[in-house]
């Protein structure tokens, strides 16, 4: 796990520099490969090169090696310490489900997990990494309304008459409508981060050398969104590695547009092979 922490820091550093990884190997005297072996976790530099990584990429040591002791209350507890992070984690979340007073009965035994867990089944047929849904009353809502928002943002909200019929089913496919036509807003680097990594079960050399080594997954997140959101379908997200990886081979400091605009191209040219046979 520290191996694995440390490589993950020093990559998002040295992104941050804008360097590469032959750049970073060079000013610190090892190899690509060696850098490439630390970034991935699998193995540590020695103590002799930690001084000298630390001054080229601006951190300390202590953040590297996860022992970075910033206090964030006066006195030190623990538990108050983690109350805090906890209400920052909770701040702007991703997905969240709130609902008024009188729709409160819906999610109070958890049987609403069950649908929420088809809607996420039936939105990753479509390529779509739903992220986890954070469920809460409202009392600022009105009693029977209830609203779907992503990052303190209202992507819809509704307020439901009293007689619907099961009104948790009704909800649900409202949010799964809402994510499938929102999701360039929803879409974020973790959700991409776990996506690659689940096409990296399938397609292991693929990811493996392109992402985020190449890739970053911050620049497929821009990409991802641009390309989303001018109608097209996250199901291409392998040729998408793929297409970019040759641009970048080719050319650098691609705009985030010009990437989507490939992929766009190349897959309906390709869609219309597949057609034809």
């Not at 090169?49 to 206090?71: H, N």
């Not at 209830?146 to 209202?154: E, G, L, Q, T, V």
């Not at 292991?204 to 097209?232: D, Q």
């Amino acid at each position: 796990m520290v191996q694995k922490n440390f490589g993950v820091k020093i990559l998002e550093y040295r992104q941050n520099k804008g360097l590469t990884q032959e750049e970073l190997a060079g000013r610190i005297g090892v190899t690509p490969q060696a850098l490439s072996k630390w970034e991935r976790g699998q193995s540590l530099p020695d103590i002799a090169l930690l001084a000298e990584l630390c001054q080229v990429l601006g951190c300390s040591a202590d953040y590297l090696l996860g022992i970075d002791g910033t206090k964030i209350t006066e006195n030190d507890d623990k538990n108050a310490q983690n109350e805090i992070l906890e209400n920052l984690r909770n701040c702007i979340e991703p997905l969240e489900l709130t609902f008024g007073e009188k729709l409160i009965s819906i999610f109070m035994d958890n049987s609403y997990i069950e649908q929420v867990i088809q809607v996420r089944k039936d939105l990753s047929k479509m390529g779509i990494l739903m992220p986890l849904v954070r469920v809460r009353d409202d009392l600022q809502l009105t009693q029977r309304e209830f609203a779907i928002i992503s990052y303190n943002k209202i992507l819809y909200h509704e307020k439901l008459p009293d007689n619907t019929d099961d009104s948790c089913l009704y909800i649900m496919k409202c949010l799964k409508r809402t994510v499938k036509e929102n999701y360039a807003d929803i879409l974020n680097r973790d959700l991409v981060k776990q996506m690659t990594e689940n096409l990296g079960k399938r397609y292991p050399a693929l990811i493996s050398e392109v992402i985020p080594s190449r890739i970053s997954y911050g620049l497929l997140t821009n990409v991802l969104k641009t390309f989303i959101s001018e109608g097209n379908s996250c199901l291409y997200l392998v040729r998408m590695i793929e297409i970019m990886d040759d641009m970048i081979c080719q050319k650098n400091s691609i705009p985030p547009e010009e990437f989507a605009a490939k992929c766009y191209s190349s897959l309906t040219i390709e869609d219309k092979n597949n057609k034809k046979h």
